[in-house]
């Protein structure tokens, strides 16, 4: 793993795309050891142009100073209005070398001092759980996605096989869960599961986001396309899980043991909890999703009945 210090000049991104409604990213490295298999930022600029040779996953930029930064910055988006942050877009913020280099705890402290309107933290980490004491003092503008794709360990190792132990990141849900700490699963993108999946997810999460390569990669399915995630499919016999109708399987599992306002679809379990949001009930978007849902299902019920 080459590990580098670099020394940005800015540490909040405008958001845009997929983050619809929020004001900024954060990210506190580059690149990302974790390096997931479908990881559709191996194809963003990031990654493509580095000059390094060595590919996605193989790299971290450590941004030394961030904490400095995100100081002067976050007093000046303030002043122009309300600051809705998503960390991180682009890397995991408690991947292995924030153990060390502490450059997500230090952004948080940041936050801590100087508050933004909402702070969504996305990770596939047990890590996070070393900073329940600042996210106490963040909360309740504040959402952590814990990624749990599947509760199949075989599965976790086909396609992320440097990512922790699902086991652990159970764990780490119940740690934030006893200090009363918002929390969701993000069950993105949809991986193959046991049907007990839903079950234990219901012991230690009360919100749920389901998202697949379909709708939640920006591009239909062409980016994972184009990462070659179906010939893994085809190689581990698992054709029936890259289907747009797949994750419908999941959710209709979940339905059994979750209320249909605690289930997102994609982008709208993304969202930041604003009150603005809350004041409109579901979001506008689910609306399609709906729309689209049923069509799904229509089409599965079709193929099922042709088998
Ligand atoms: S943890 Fe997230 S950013 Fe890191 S490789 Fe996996 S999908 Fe990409």
């Given at each position: 793993?080459?590990?580098h210090i670099k020394e940005p000049k800015q540490i909040l991104t405008k958001a845009s795309g997929y983050l619809k409604g929020y004001?900024?990213?954060?990210?506190?490295y580059a690149g990302c050891s974790f390096s997931c298999k479908y990881c559709y930022v191996r194809?963003?600029?990031?990654?493509?142009?580095?000059?390094?040779?060595?590919g996605w996953g193989t790299w971290v930029d450590v941004k030394k100073g961030a904490s400095n930064l995100l100081k002067k910055e976050l007093v000046k988006a303030k002043q122009k209005g309300p600051v809705y942050i998503f960390m991180s877009s682009s890397t995991d913020p408690y991947q292995p070398v924030e153990a060390k280099h502490f450059i997500t705890r230090s952004l948080l402290?940041?936050?801590v001092d100087i508050q933004p309107d909402f702070l969504f933290v996305q990770t596939r980490s047990p890590l996070v759980?070393?900073?329940?004491?600042?996210?106490?003092?963040?909360k309740p503008r504040l959402l952590i996605s814990m990624t749990i794709e599947t509760d199949r360990e075989k599965m976790r190792k086909i396609f992320t096989p440097k990512a922790p132990p699902i086991a652990?990141?159970?764990?780490?849900?119940?740690?934030?869960?006893?200090?009363?700490?918002?929390?969701?699963v993000a069950i993105s993108p949809v991986l193959p599961s046991s049907d007990s999946f839903a079950e234990k997810l219901s012991s230690v999460v009360d919100r749920i986001c389901i998202d697949d390569y379909f709708m939640g990669d920006g591009s239909e399915g062409k980016r994972t396309k184009r990462l070659g995630i179906q010939e893994i499919y085809e190689k581990e016999n698992l054709h029936e899980w890259y289907d747009p109708s797949a994750y419908l399987r999941v959710k209709k599992g979940l339905e059994k043991h979750y209320t249909e306002d605690q289930i997102f679809v994609s982008q709208d379990g993304f969202l930041p909890i604003t009150s603005h949001n809350h004041e409109n009930g579901i979001f506008p978007e689910n609306n399609k999703k709906k729309e689209r849902e049923e069509k799904l299902f229509l089409h599965a019920s079709f193929q099922d009945a042709n088998r």
């Open positions: 793993m080459e590990i004001t900024h990213t954060l990210n506190s194809e963003m600029p990031i990654s493509k142009f580095r000059q390094s040779k060595a402290e940041v936050m759980t070393r900073d329940i004491d600042l996210f106490n003092q963040l652990g990141r159970f764990k780490a849900l119940q740690e934030l869960k006893e200090v009363g700490l918002p929390t969701q």
